[in-house]
């Protein structure tokens, strides 16, 4: 079984491409109708500040899967038992060293696969040098149902989990990412993805990093007016309070940039649904932020000031900011309600 590279113009969960100035439409025939909304209705909430949930067990053990060891990725698909699921990362800015590499897993009649065990191997562009298995955990994305947008409720395709492996990557350049997946007690491999590694400082500022000073609108600027600053229905006016330059570097902060309505993928309305539900059982010394992406929310019109700024390519993006207008952690993508949990306590505690 030979192996089969994917080259996309990016993360095909979820990302959109800038050309010209603007988001091209959608990714390439297999991808564009997977990418369904992320979030579903789920377990209940907890009491306000309770402790975030500890982090998932990985989804098996690194020997359930084959040794990368002097292996190859053809050498990989030849171990498999078949050709498996359509492997789709969410993330496409990568670097040297370890990552938060997120992702979901399609079948042939374009379904999301969730609950299995899987793991990622990556390898140089042509296959070979492969490093693994990195064992992938399942992070769950229910929310509550009060915290659900409309879009998000009627959608049918309701994905409810996204796979997360930390995946170090040994150099920068182009290179290549492949799962084995345990589908009914057979291991099944996925199409291979390429990937770019590049340098630190490249793209929008990362942990460690200074935020961007920027001026986000508040409900006060446009009188009230929350859709012109929202297009998630219903607006989540609560994240439309505060003016991202005047909190930034005085308190803790999550930024959120994302279109709900004119979001490609369809997942920046589960992301802010996200935030919200967060934000419900955060302490209130930190600020929530959402920043749309295009101005008088149009395509057309072509992105906002703020997006550029913090020099965002794809989205959606969110930011979580310590008291000292630091980046503590950045999401690519989709990611769970426990994850930002995790990463709002780091920021609001000082661990």
Known sequence: ???????????????????????????????????????????????????????????????DFPSANGKSFDDLASMAEGQGPVLAPSVSLLHKGKNRFGFALFDTARKQITGVEVALYTARSDGSNIHGPYVARSESLAVTPQFQSQTTASDPNAAKSVYVADVPFKRNGKQAVIAIAKLDGRLLVTNGYGVDVTRPGSGPPGPGNRAVKVHTQTLTDVGGDAAQLDTRRPEAKDLLQDDLADVLGKRPVVITFATPLLCQSRVCGPVVDIVEQVKANAPKSVAFIHQE??????????????????????????????RKGRISTRFEGAFSPGELQRAVAKVSTGR
């Open 1 to 63: 079984m030979p192996f089969l590279l994917t080259v996309g113009c990016g993360a095909p969960f979820h990302q959109l491409c800038l050309d010209s100035g603007g988001v091209r439409r959608p990714l390439p025939w297999i991808f564009a109708p997977l990418l369904a909304a992320v979030v579903a209705v789920g377990c209940g909430g907890s009491k306000h500040e309770d402790r975030p949930p500890p982090q998932p067990e990985p989804t098996g053990r690194p020997a």
């Open 293 to 322: 992406i295009y101005a008088n929310n149009k395509v057309a019109d072509g992105l906002r000031p703020q997006v550029t700024q913090w020099g965002l390519r794809s989205e959606p993006w969110t930011f979580v900011i310590d």
